[in-house]
């Protein structure tokens, strides 16, 4: 089972995208995504103003939260238990406007920790999220995403991001499309990242966005036993390190989508060039990169809705590149210029220069509930995905994928809100996923 999206919420970037990398992962946003879905499934309640009287705890429509318990065996990211207290916030419309969860756990690998994460909706326009957690050993983050102009009707956007990720859980197989589970190796990352993406709204379908990262990733030995250190397998002067880079990316979006969050017919194609030095603006270039990616969304009905994706990144030009920054297929999230999805493997499972991905997933809603004023839609959706990575443009994307096939169970908060649970399985077994949001 892996659990490895990215953390607890993920607000759409200047293009609609998801602000997240996938360089930065960890297991607790697990809990959060599982509380979400959880509670969306029980209750969708206001903080009831009589907070002090405990005999409305007992029953889920006038609770002042949900308590959500926390049960992972990840084999990743060893076993987890601990509470999830989810208080959730709607307007006159019941409309869930905020998400207030605090946790405490512990962790086979890491131990004790707490955290917080707070998701907010001020307007249509206007979200942001903040989430944070300590554990005893390795891992600590501090997330805030921001984003303004979602809708588009003003001539500017903006999306920014601060956060600070230390990470004990990520892999490394090797470079190619052919790496071997029995290559498996674990390391430690520390991100610090700063980044902001204005973009310019010519139209409300038509935008042309610049993103401006900074970003210093630290690689240090594996924090998991059991598991081989990376640079035992792979030699230390290749994998560990610091390095930083400031990455440039300029974007043309054309977005008909009804929906950044919640999507059920239009289109959105984003393409995108970009280059990265070590400092500065345009000092000692490490790498340049192109790319598209495309989503497609087809109303069957109602209450059906056929969702197509696919993704092409090349790396055009490339020197002294940290094996992270490369192209990469593996986990439950398309990242634009980062992995794509294949939902029976582990994030970033294959990686190497380029990357293809395709994926299609039939959203069929089977039952709405209306709990505390606040509709509540439950869909299924089958998925697949397949794809793979290339060192050499000339390659034929489509030759030689990998593929993945499984079972999606989504709790939908209209107009914002996915929680979701996707059942993935491919060549090397069964994999698990848990986060809010599609997919893609």
Known sequence: ?????????????????????????????????????????????????????????????????????????????????????????????????????????????????????????????????????????????????????????????????????????????????????????????????????????????????????????????????GITSIERRFGAPSSLGIVSLWLHRLQLTYDTRDSLNLPTRGTQVVIYGGMAARSGFFNDSMYSEAGLEAREYLAIGHRAVLALHTAIRYLPYGRRLPFWALSSIGGDRAFLGGAQPLRGYGLGRFTDRNAFSFSAEFRRTIASLNIASSQIDLQLAPFVDTGRVFARPSTNPVSQLHSAAGLGIRALAPPFIVGYVDVGYGSEGPAVFTGINYPF
């Open 1 to 225: 089972m892996f659990l490895h999206p990215p953390r607890p919420h993920n607000l759409p970037s200047a293009d609609g995208r998801s602000t997240h990398q996938p360089a930065v992962g960890a297991r607790s946003p697990s809990i959060a995504c599982l509380a979400l879905i959880c509670s969306l499934i029980v209750s969708a309640v206001s903080f009831p103003a009589q907070a002090l009287d405990f005999s409305q705890w007992l029953n889920p429509s006038t609770a002042p939260f949900i308590p959500i318990p926390e049960i992972d065996t990840d084999p990743d990211s060893g076993r987890t238990f601990g509470i999830i207290p989810t208080f959730l916030q709607s307007d006159a419309q019941g409309s869930i406007t905020r998400i207030i969860a605090p946790q405490a756990y512990r962790n086979s690998y890491f131990g004790w920790g707490v955290g917080l994460s707070i998701f907010d909706y001020p307007s249509a326009d206007v979200q942001w999220s903040l989430q944070g957690d300590v554990e005893q050993r390795v891992e600590r983050t501090v997330d805030l995403n921001y984003q303004q102009g979602v809708l588009r009707q003003g001539p500017l956007s903006l999306t920014g991001r601060l956060l600070y990720d230390r990470n004990g859980t990520p892999r490394f197989f090797g470079i190619g499309n052919d790496t071997s589970i029995a290559d498996e190796t674990n390391y430690t990352s520390a991100t610090e990242l700063a980044q902001a993406t204005p973009g310019w709204n010519i139209t409300p379908q038509l935008q042309l966005g610049y993103t401006l990262r900074a970003e210093t990733v630290e690689v240090t030995p594996g924090s998991i036993p």
